[in-house]
């Protein structure tokens, strides 16, 4: 009887795009470029052009890195665009600059200085959530508070409250026709 055995493939990699899906080694290369990812990259390019100049496109910039649209998710680039957006500025921004600080993004922990900071702005500027969420942030800001299990409780109940409107609940400001963005 004879026995054969084949090697398992290594580093394969699951792909998916609107062809399909397949397994492809690790060292693929496609040279095909989707008219699609094409044309969201200029939309993006666009955004970034129009964002130096409108805090509501930088708003709308920090929200697509947050979640990942059109771009790569990344959660520093949309820390940059939002406090950009902040300090120019955006009643938007400067709330979620209070949030993301108050409960820590991903891997940045909370910082109640920066947090009270925006959310002090934003309630100043008649925002009752910021109001609220500046009373939470004054009772944390003490370090036997933060240490807490009161304090752990309330970052486990809030932050996947946070992050879920980040990712389903704020519009984008802008509308992309033609060949531009209108704010």
Not at 48 to 76: N, T
Request: proline share 2%; aromatic share 14%.
């Amino acid at each position: 009887m004879a026995c054969t055995t084949s090697s398992p493939q290594k580093d394969l990699s699951r792909i998916c795009d609107s062809s399909g899906c397949s397994d492809r080694s690790g060292n693929y290369v496609s040279n095909h470029s989707s008219a699609a990812s094409s044309d969201e990259e200029a939309r993006i390019r666009v955004l970034e052009d129009v964002a130096r100049q409108d805090p509501r496109a930088a708003y709308d910039l920090g929200l697509r890195y947050f979640r990942g649209d059109g771009v790569r998710q990344d959660s520093y680039q949309a820390l940059q665009w939002m406090r950009e957006a902040a300090e120019r500025g955006d009643l938007n921004a400067q709330k979620a600059l209070g949030r993301l600080y108050l409960t820590g993004l991903e891997e940045m922990g909370a910082d109640y200085r920066e947090a009270e900071k925006w959310l002090r702005i934003a309630a100043s500027r008649g925002d009752k959530e910021s109001e609220q969420l500046l009373v939470e942030a004054a009772a944390f800001a003490s370090e036997e508070r933060r240490s807490g299990e009161i304090y752990h409780r309330w970052v486990n109940r809030w932050q996947p409250v946070f992050y879920q409107r980040w990712y389903y609940g704020y519009p984008y400001l802008g509308t992309w026709r033609g060949n531009y963005w209108y704010y």
